[in-house]
């Protein structure tokens, strides 16, 4: 069973920058495309951005450009660097597995908040 641990949230401006991190556990990490999903209040969780083992990545149309994933399969960690946030960003931030969908388990997310 993989076990997720976030952190690196917090309140910033914005316009200002959060790096986030997760912590996975279990054997099996490396071979799937992880993601960041987020989610705000009153709205449903959503993926918006992933990477595949091979480093690969794909983002949600409102944080292209200013969001960069990355991951290390040795460390089994994946990252989340969020420039130029903006109040919409504003969410609790989960790392899962991306494809072909995510675990049933999911971990305690770090919450962003961006002031205006």
């Known amino acids: 069973q993989v076990q997720l641990v976030e952190s690196g949230g917090g309140l910033v401006q914005r316009g200002g920058s959060l790096r986030l991190s997760c912590a996975a556990s279990?054997?099996?990490?490396?071979?799937?495309?992880m993601g960041w999903y987020r989610q705000a209040p009153g709205k449903q969780r959503e993926l918006v951005a992933s990477?595949?083992?091979?480093?690969?990545?794909i983002y949600e149309d409102s944080v292209k450009g200013r969001f960069t994933i990355s991951r290390d399969n040795t460390k089994k960690t994946v990252s989340l660097q969020m420039n130029s946030l903006k109040p919409e960003d504003t969410a609790v931030y989960y790392c899962?597995?991306?494809?072909?969908?995510?675990?049933?388990?999911w971990g305690q997310g770090t919450q962003v908040t961006v002031s205006s």
């Open positions: 899962n597995r991306a494809t072909p969908g995510p675990w049933v388990y």
């Open positions: 279990g054997s099996i990490f490396s071979i799937y495309a």
């Open positions: 990477i595949t083992s091979g480093g690969a990545t």
